[in-house]
């Protein structure tokens, strides 16, 4: 019998080693070139570092729900997304009815945390709805069958909102109170965003000290370890799936607010794309693990952020491209997926490294 | 089995062969009662209706432009009492969805129904590429109220679209005035630009670099950039334009991204607030103003002008038949333009069809879209029409808004936007 | 009882969640039976009897007392009423219109049949009668029930589709006597339904009896005679297959072609994701090379490469595609699973973005996208239009086809099973799992690439925005509903998750929310597919343990076994 079939092994390598240089030089220099222009200076650079931090904050609270339920069922919820926009959206209304009354700028404090809660009711109920009819039934199901129930669910949930609200976009309103800036050492930084960055990190402790001090955290590690020999153990595994959805979408229906709270836009679409990118967050911190999920968004935003100025501009290319690739932001997408295609080939088991044992998926 | 193998591969390259050759060609000379055409006859019998057509984008986020414009053919054939040449008028129509296939299919359903003497659209550019040369195969001339893109009636444009004029003006006219209001009036020596990737946002974008660095120098277009329609966080892009300091930044975008743009360039340090604002029709409703919020204060808009001074009173007329009908003013800009190009349609036909003793009605296709090319001072409601032999009949008049307000409810292009130039 | 009344509860509900999406409101806009019925009607009323069917197949099956079931629909129905009553009670009342841009006055007007508040007795009326002639329905026996159902369903098909029917039916004598026998302008009224569902059910009638009949009696015939009719059942298929762009008409062509497209990209992807289990979202990205291959190649306007003519820049868009699928699937060799799936989106999006940039422009057009591609001539003669193009379609599709059941029977074929099922076994057992799985993206790439080849010269430009995300979504729905690793299930998936929405644009707005439920569904109770393959059929039912299936039987070509057995 032939040597295990990967004879090839050489050939793969090499081209798998050419492509890591090829865009580790490509990203070197074009950084080299940006920063050798000098447009920049050193504030704007910490000014794209900061929209980086919020906008990673937001990736990685969804990102939290990806990796949460990742871990135990081993299996990528599509429709975690539309659970981030439904809180989103829902909660809109109960924002503008509080902006209607004055409520909101009355007591900001008290309103925003109102709002928060009816955001992540809402995405709760979904994801629990969601998990009950489409994902239960399937558990057993070959691996590709709930994938597909994943897609399933995750356009019916956009086009049930499509048809409830419309096509078009609801604005937040704004809260006097988070409007300007604030400057912490020198270095202005949006109320919004801070809040956003705040809030992020509050929810990521209080999620980490769940799931590693109490019982039920205690739970959902030995099931997402070994579903069967937990169920042995006594530990009710449905209930505890329950709770990890459940978490998990409460943790993307507050992201939900403090998205809006940035991005005051929100429609049935909102979710798609951020729950792609919270993926890709959540595979490079370390599925499975939620520290890893932080870091993985925070790294991915400041990436989006920094990236298309840092590497792409100043990749000169005499005689095409003689003042670096013009238009760079709208090849932003593009680095996040390859910065995706790269951790997934070379790194699969993240920055933080996977918590758990790598099983074949 | 081999046997009835060949014999099948045989049948099948018989039928293969003898099929193309039943395919109805495309229509030829033709004499039909008292009309010989070119192309083909359209009968209409006594009492039957006089079939229309619109091929809009009515359904999807772009909805309220194809509706907007259907509406304006709605209320012409109201205003024509439902009458042309003695035979009532059935307005049909598709969905295209501002997208080529969807111009496609529409095209190509509408284009089937050998009833339809002529008809409207398409709403969006990327449309009526492949559409119109589909209708016009059909003999069918169509009349678009919303195409801004040059290249529909460029002289280069091809045969194929010969039965293809709008009444909207063509974007190298929106381009142009706006570089020229910010170099004139605004007297801005730096600009930048940001599309979003989109065929009409890039071409507008484009027009108006070009106009301005004309205008004003190598240079003076600081950062062309781009951005995907569904971006939300657009401060790295402002960011990054910020650093070369202009003065004016001109984002003919859609409302989704142009809300996101305006509010976010007042909270980008490098922009500050003296850097003026500026887009284009595709933002020109008041969905942008509560996507905007309070920045849209001070924000110019570049739109075709729907001002009373330019329109005339019979614009004012048109829009309470407007309320009347559908409770509420207007959706988007292109009404006007349906308006006219359902007039146009109906005055050629009138000067087009024939009848013969038993009260039936012939009209030579051919006829209808030489008649049509052949407008000549026509007065429409959004100004003097005259078609020239690309199909350009626009008489463009575009303006530009200021806003002055935030408030959603106060919206009214003229005072509410205020129109500044010309 | 109970269950009676959760029956009406829960298809109360889906009644109510319809509306306020606004699919009834919508589908009320087409008039089925003009004068008579719309389709929001008919949504509705199907909803009723749905809920008393239901109600009507949960007795047990020893209470199947004609009283008691239809007193079970009765409940039913009346509660399904209930909940609609309910609706048109608060909906105006507490202004729900503020929220749900659907619950306009138009819908309750709708809802309460044009009554209002005062509406409600009828309402819950007609949702009882509806329960119990669901209820009803099922305790008809075959024979009646059978014709009745056939009768209604295609008078209600021809009332949907009536507009596609006239377009048909517009030229030649004989049709258009038929067109003016059955239609007005407006649609089909209530005579034209009457003699169609009259014809219809005498027809079903009839021929029920015979069919069993023909079976046995074709059944009884010698082998020679056998394999003849099957030749013949065979050839009026193709036949049929061949004239139905001519008698369609234009719009039906069309559509046609964009079923073929989509057949086309269905079959690559049912290579990588049906045979080798390889989940690929990132679909597009080849059916976008294959555009802009034949695109660059054959365009006469600013962008072109070369100025070739559609048969040359065929091959090479192929083999373009051919070496994309190679180069995609090297890095990702060894991701598996649902990594695999989140990489090849991203690659999806990689591609269009670049073809979509600014950046890139000089080459691929960017946003303004590659114009002016001619149609190809062969020999003179011009594929001017959808019927020419058709018939373009359906060789590369037979051809591809073809190809797809080869590969499927043979060694490569086996392999990618073999790696579908485990691929560490499949490592074990000697499958140069590199090859094969480089093979199975390339070769699926370069099927998806024919399509591009196709669709560039259809629309004559290419557009960037055409190759999103959507289309691969489309692409894996279709082969899912159509049978995972089935080539019959990929036609079956393409008519109806293709064809249906085009020809009824009522659907097309609400295309992916109907996608969404019917995935859901489907894996629920039917993961194979509308037209499985045997193998996937027995696959999947194994298991799940809940179902229990009758082991089944290969589909045994009927020579082989009458070899086998007689001779």
């Not at chain 2, 016009?136 to 039965?163: E, Q």
């Amino acid at each position: 019998m032939r040597r295990s079939g990967l004879a090839r092994i050489p050939i793969i390598d090499i081209f798998l080693w050419v492509f890591r240089i090829g865009v580790i030089g490509v990203v070197l220099y074009g950084s080299f070139g940006t920063l050798r222009q000098g447009k920049y200076s050193g504030e704007v650079w910490i000014d794209f570092v900061v929209f980086g931090l919020s906008q990673g904050s937001v990736y990685a609270l969804i990102a939290l729900g990806y990796t949460m339920v990742y871990g135990i069922l081993r299996m990528i919820n599509f429709a975690h997304g539309e659970v981030f926009m439904s809180g989103a959206y829902v909660a809109y209304f109960a924002a503008a009815a509080f902006n209607a009354a004055g409520f909101l700028n009355r007591q900001p404090v008290i309103a925003l945390l109102a709002v928060l809660g009816v955001a992540m009711l809402t995405s709760t109920g979904i994801a629990l709805v969601v998990e009950r009819i489409a994902y239960r039934p399937l558990r057993r199901a070959p691996r590709l069958v709930p994938l597909i129930a994943a897609i399933g669910a995750s356009f019916f949930l956009q086009y049930t909102f499509r048809g409830f609200f419309g096509t078009g976009f609801q604005a937040y309103p704004g809260v006097n109170v988070l409007k300007g800036e604030w400057v912490l050492a020198g270095i202005g930084i949006l109320r919004t965003q801070a809040v956003v960055i705040v809030g992020a990190v509050v929810m990521m402790l209080a999620l980490y000290l769940f799931v590693q001090r109490t019982k039920t955290g205690t739970a959902m590690r030995a099931v997402s370890e070994d579903m069967e020999v937990a169920a042995m153990m006594g530990i009710d595994v449905d209930r505890i799936i329950v709770i990890t959805f459940g978490v998990g979408a409460a943790a993307a229906g507050a992201a939900g607010v403090l998205y809006a709270l940035v991005f005051p836009q929100v429609h049935f679409f909102m979710g798609f794309l951020p729950g792609i990118k919270a993926f890709t967050a959540a595979v490079l911190g370390g599925i499975g693990n939620i520290p890893g999920a932080m870091v993985g968004g925070l790294f991915l935003g400041i990436f989006e952020s920094v990236g298309p100025t840092l590497f792409l501009e100043g990749l000169t290319v005499p005689g095409i491209y003689p003042a670096g690739i013009p238009a760079p932001y709208q090849l932003k997408d593009v680095i996040a997926f390859v910065m995706l295609v790269m951790v997934l080939i070379f790194r699969p088991s993240g920055i933080l490294g996977e918590r758990l044992a790598t099983k074949k998926a | 089995m081999r046997h009835v193998r060949l014999l099948v591969a045989l049948f099948v390259a018989l039928l293969l062969a003898g099929g193309s050759y039943f395919v109805p060609s495309a229509p030829a000379a033709q004499t039909m009662g008292p009309v010989t055409d070119a192309i083909g006859v359209v009968k209409i019998n006594k009492g039957q209706p006089i079939t229309i057509a619109y091929w809009l984008v009515i359904a999807g986020p772009d909805a309220t432009l194809g509706v907007d414009s259907r509406r304006g053919i709605e209320i012409a054939i109201d205003d024509a009492k439902g009458t042309l040449v003695g035979h009532p008028i059935r307005l049909i129509g598709e969905d295209s969805a501002c997208n080529a296939e969807g111009g496609t299919t529409a095209a190509t359903k509408l284009a089937a129904n050998k009833a339809i003497v002529a008809a409207i659209g398409s709403s969006c550019s990327s449309e009526a590429r492949p559409g119109a040369p589909i209708l016009w195969k059909a003999g069918i001339v169509t009349v678009s109220p919303s195409n801004t893109a040059p290249v529909l009636t460029a002289p280069d444009r091809g045969p194929d679209y010969g039965g293809y004029m709008r009444t909207a003006h063509n974007d190298q006219v929106q381009g142009k005035v706006a570089a020229e209001f910010a170099t004139r009036v605004l007297k801005v020596k730096k600009a930048a630009t940001i599309h979003d990737g989109s065929p009409y946002a890039e071409g507008l974008a484009n027009v108006f670099a070009d106009v301005f660095t004309r205008l004003n120098g190598a240079g003076s277009v600081t950062s062309r950039e781009a951005i995907s329609p569904t971006d939300t966080d657009m401060r790295p892009v402002l960011t990054k334009i910020a650093a070369a300091k202009p003065e004016l930044i001109y984002f003919p975008v859609f409302i989704a991204a142009g809300g996101f743009i305006a509010r976010q360039a007042k909270e980008v340090s490098g922009l500050g607030a003296a850097v003026k604002l500026m887009s284009a029709d595709g933002t020109f409703s008041p969905d942008f103003v509560k996507a905007a919020g309070d920045s849209v204060v001070g924000m110019y808009n570049s739109s075709p002008d729907l001002s009373p001074q330019a329109l005339g009173p019979g614009y004012t007329v048109f829009l309470n038949k407007h309320k009347k009908k559908y409770g509420g003013n207007p959706l988007s800009a292109f009404h006007p333009h349906a308006y006219d190009a359902a007039n146009l349609i109906f005055a050629a036909i009138r000067k087009v069809a024939k009848k013969d003793a038993q009260g039936n009605t012939y009209i030579g296709r051919q006829a209808l879209r030489d008649a049509l090319f052949a407008t000549k001072g026509f007065k429409g409601l959004t100004g003097t029409l005259t078609c020239n032999q690309y199909g350009d009949c626009a008489d463009p008049k575009i303006a530009v808004y200021q806003h002055t307000t935030a408030d959603v409810t106060k919206w009214n292009p003229g005072t509410s936007p205020k129109k500044i130039y010309p | 009882m109970s269950a009676a009344l959760r029956t009406g509860l829960i298809w109360g509900t889906i009644g109510v969640f319809l509306s306020l999406v606004g699919m009834v409101e919508a589908f009320a806009a087409r008039q089925v039976i003009v004068g008579v019925v719309s389709l929001g009607h008919l949504l509705l009323l199907i909803i009723s009897l749905g809920s008393g069917v239901r109600a009507a197949r949960q007795v047990a099956a020893g209470e199947r007392a004609p009283g008691a079931v239809l007193l079970r629909g009765l409940v039913a129905g009346m509660v399904t009423g209930a909940v609609g009553a309910a609706f048109i009670a608060v909906g105006p009342a507490i202004n729900l219109r503020a929220m749900f841009i659907s619950a306009t006055p138009e819908l309750f007007a709708l809802l309460s049949f044009g009554r209002g508040i005062a509406g409600i007795p009828l309402v819950l009326g007609a949702g009882a009668a509806a329960g119990v002639l669901g209820a009803a329905a099922t305790l008809l026996p075959a024979v009646i029930a059978r014709p009745l159902a056939v009768g209604v369903t295609t008078a209600l098909t021809f009332g949907l589709f009536q507009e596609l029917l006239q377009i048909i039916l517009q030229e030649g004598t004989i049709r258009t006597a038929i067109k003016r026998l059955l239609f007005t302008d407006d649609g089909l009224p209530p005579r034209g339904a009457l003699i169609v569902f009259v014809v219809a059910g005498v027809l079903s009638a009839l021929l029920r009896g015979r069919r069993g009949g023909v079976r046995a009696w074709a059944a009884s015939r010698p082998p020679r005679q056998r394999r003849v009719l099957s030749a013949g059942a065979l050839v009026l298929g193709v036949a049929l297959v061949l004239v139905l762009p001519v008698v369609g008409g234009l719009f039906i062509a069309q559509v046609l072609v964009l079923v073929g497209l989509y057949v086309l990209m269905g079959l690559g992807l049912n290579l990588e994701v049906g045979f080798a289990g390889l989940l690929d979202l990132g679909f597009v990205a080849f059916f976008a090379i294959g555009a802009y291959t034949v695109g660059l190649l054959t365009s006469t306007g600013e962008h072109a490469i070369a100025d070739l003519s559609f048969w040359a820049a065929v091959p090479i868009a192929v083999v373009a595609s051919l070496i994309a699928g190679f180069l995609f699937g090297l890095p990702i060799l060894r991701i598996r699973g649902d990594y695999l799936a989140i990489a090849t989106l991203g690659f999806g999006e990689i591609i269009r973005l670049l073809f979509l940039s600014d950046a890139l422009r000089p080459w691929f057009g960017g946003s303004q996208g590659v114009l002016g591609i001619p149609k190809p001539e062969l020999f003179g003669f011009e594929f001017s239009g959808p019927q020419q193009l058709y018939y373009l379609t359906l060789i590369a599709s037979a051809f591809v086809a073809f190809v797809a059941a080869r590969l499927r029977d043979s060694r490569l074929g086996r392999a990618w099973m073999a790696l579908r099922e485990d691929e560490d076994v499949a490592e074990a057992m000697g499958i140069n799992l590199v090859n094969v799985k480089l093979l199975a993206y390339g070769i699926g790439g370069a099927m998806a690439g024919m399509g591009g080849a196709i669709f560039a010269v259809m629309l004559g430009s290419i557009f960037p925005h055409s190759f999103s995300l959507i289309i691969s979504v489309n692409v894996l729905a279709l082969i899912i509903v159509g049978g995972m690793g089935s080539l019959p299930g990929v036609v079956v998936g393409s008519l109806f998750l293709v064809g249906l929405p085009e020809l009824l644009r009522e659907f097309s707005d609400f295309r992916f929310l109907i996608y969404g439920a019917v995935l859901v569904i489907m894996m629920q109770f039917r993961p194979e597919g509308l037209w499985p393959s045997a193998a996937q059929q027995r696959e999947l039912h194994e298991e799940r343990a809940d179902i229990a299936v009758a082991p089944v039987a290969e589909a045994v070509p009927g020579e082989a076994q009458a070899e086998g057995g007689g001779s």
